[in-house]
């Protein structure tokens, strides 16, 4: 039982280093990984994690898997930017599951993001190398992702700067910004970071100003974290933000909609209703009457925008309004 627990004991702790590794180019050393492992409660000593890293690297199941920066020292350890540990192995669902994210992720995920997730996407498409589908056809032609609408191209990063202000976030550090032309950095305290599709936006203050502030992820040039805590982080709520509309979201409340459909426009609200609130009845003169709660957002307002003549705003009053005006402004530019 005793050598039982031994074993056990240490395989937890392996695998609970190589979590703490860091992909690379990022890397850290071993007293680094001492004082992660040993903070985070494992009963480990400096020169075990030196013993398990050397052990690791010079297995023929993990030796590709960590990398060791030997040029200076102390030596920087990290996980090879190319592999991927995959706990369980891979399979047939799972290959097939991870094909279609990334096919779904690509035109709306920022490449920084994407280049993170390239182990486990590489690792699916590696399986249906060794796995090809019966019948002679890849699995990329078997299964098919063909987003609805119209989408932009993800604003382009710099590389560096997405990971810099994730560690920002996640250690509450001030940071000092380059933005866009200017010459001159800024103190920035970073409080959120919101996914706008193709552009993601930094919820921050200036210096000391009180006021907030949307930065356009991709103008930032360069990013370097500070050692001060970003001030009142805990009282900002990212929510409650959002609702007051301070990026367009939303207007702040909630609306009873009553929509009139026609038929071919407004069929498939049957089976992909917009939320639990929806009430739908179909009328023998081909229309379709929809009716549900919802968020009064410019996302709404666009979505009935893009069904044109094929749907008719009954109520409530401002919201029709609105969507009229849009028509008649519209109708102005023609």
Same mark, same amino acid.
């Given at each position: 039982?005793?050598?039982?627990?031994?074993?056990?004991?240490?395989?937890?702790?392996?695998? *609970?280093?190589?979590?703490?590794?860091?992909?690379?180019?990022?890397? =850290?050393?071993?007293?680094?990984?001492?004082?992660?492992?040993?903070? #985070?409660?494992?009963?480990?000593?400096?020169?075990?994690?030196?013993?398990?890293? #050397?052990?690791?690297? $010079?297995? %023929?199941?993990?030796?590709?898997?960590?990398?060791?920066?030997?040029?200076?020292?102390?030596?920087?350890?990290?996980?090879?930017?190319?592999?991927? +540990?995959?706990?369980?192995?891979?399979?047939? %669902?799972?290959?097939?599951?991870?094909?279609?994210?990334?096919?779904?992720?690509?035109?709306?995920?920022?490449?920084? $993001?994407?280049?993170?997730?390239?182990? =486990?996407?590489?690792?699916?498409?590696?399986?249906?190398?060794?796995?090809?589908?019966?019948?002679?056809?890849?699995?990329?032609?078997?299964?098919?992702?063909?987003?609805?609408?119209?989408?932009?191209?993800?604003?382009?990063?710099?590389?560096?700067? $997405?990971?810099?202000?994730?560690?920002?976030?996640?250690?509450?550090?001030?940071?000092?910004?380059?933005?866009?032309?200017?010459?001159?950095? %800024?103190?920035? %305290?970073?409080?959120?970071?919101?996914?706008?599709?193709?552009?993601?936006?930094?919820?921050?203050?200036?210096?000391?100003? #009180?006021?907030?502030?949307?930065?356009?992820?991709?103008? +930032?040039?360069?990013?370097?974290?500070?050692?001060?805590? =970003?001030?009142?982080?805990?009282?900002?709520?990212?929510? *409650?933000?959002?609702?007051?509309?301070?990026?367009?979201?939303?207007?702040?409340?909630?609306?009873?909609?009553?929509?009139?459909?026609?038929?071919?426009?407004?069929?498939?609200?049957?089976?992909?209703?917009?939320?639990?609130?929806?009430?739908?009845?179909?009328?023998?003169?081909?229309?379709?009457? =929809?009716? $549900?709660?919802? #968020?009064?957002?410019?996302?709404?307002?666009?979505?009935?925008?893009?069904?044109?003549?094929?749907?008719?705003?009954?109520?409530?009053?401002?919201?029709?309004?609105?969507?009229?005006?849009?028509?008649?402004?519209?109708?102005?530019?023609?």
């Amino acid at each position: 039982m005793a050598g039982g627990a031994s074993i056990s004991n240490k395989t937890y702790r392996v695998i *609970a280093l190589m979590q703490a590794l860091p992909r690379s180019p990022k890397k =850290v050393t071993s007293s680094e990984l001492h004082q992660k492992l040993a903070a #985070e409660g494992h009963d480990i000593s400096r020169r075990s994690v030196e013993r398990y890293l #050397e052990e690791l690297t $010079a297995s %023929q199941e993990f030796g590709g898997l960590i990398h060791c920066d030997d040029s200076s020292k102390p030596y920087g350890w990290s996980i090879s930017a190319k592999s991927n +540990l995959s706990i369980p192995g891979m399979d047939a %669902q799972m290959a097939a599951i991870w094909d279609l994210v990334y096919r779904y992720l690509k035109p709306l995920m920022a490449k920084d $993001a994407l280049i993170k997730l390239e182990p =486990v996407f590489k690792e699916a498409r590696d399986w249906f190398k060794r796995h090809r589908p019966r019948g002679g056809r890849h699995w990329s032609d078997k299964v098919a992702y063909v987003p609805r609408g119209f989408a932009l191209q993800p604003a382009g990063v710099a590389q560096g700067i $997405a990971d810099q202000v994730y560690q920002a976030l996640y250690s509450n550090q001030q940071i000092e910004i380059w933005y866009k032309d200017k010459t001159d950095s %800024q103190r920035v %305290q970073p409080y959120a970071l919101v996914d706008r599709g193709p552009v993601r936006y930094l919820i921050v203050r200036f210096w000391d100003y #009180e006021d907030y502030r949307h930065l356009a992820l991709h103008r +930032l040039r360069k990013v370097k974290l500070l050692d001060q805590q =970003v001030e009142r982080a805990s009282s900002f709520n990212l929510d *409650a933000y959002l609702r007051e509309g301070h990026l367009e979201i939303a207007h702040g409340k909630t609306i009873r909609m009553v929509l009139l459909f026609d038929w071919r426009a407004g069929a498939h609200l049957f089976e992909t209703p917009i939320n639990n609130s929806q009430e739908i009845e179909e009328s023998d003169n081909g229309t379709i009457t =929809v009716t $549900a709660t919802a #968020e009064h957002s410019e996302e709404l307002k666009w979505w009935i925008l893009g069904f044109g003549s094929r749907v008719k705003v009954l109520s409530p009053p401002e919201l029709r309004h609105e969507i009229s005006l849009e028509i008649k402004k519209a109708n102005e530019q023609y």
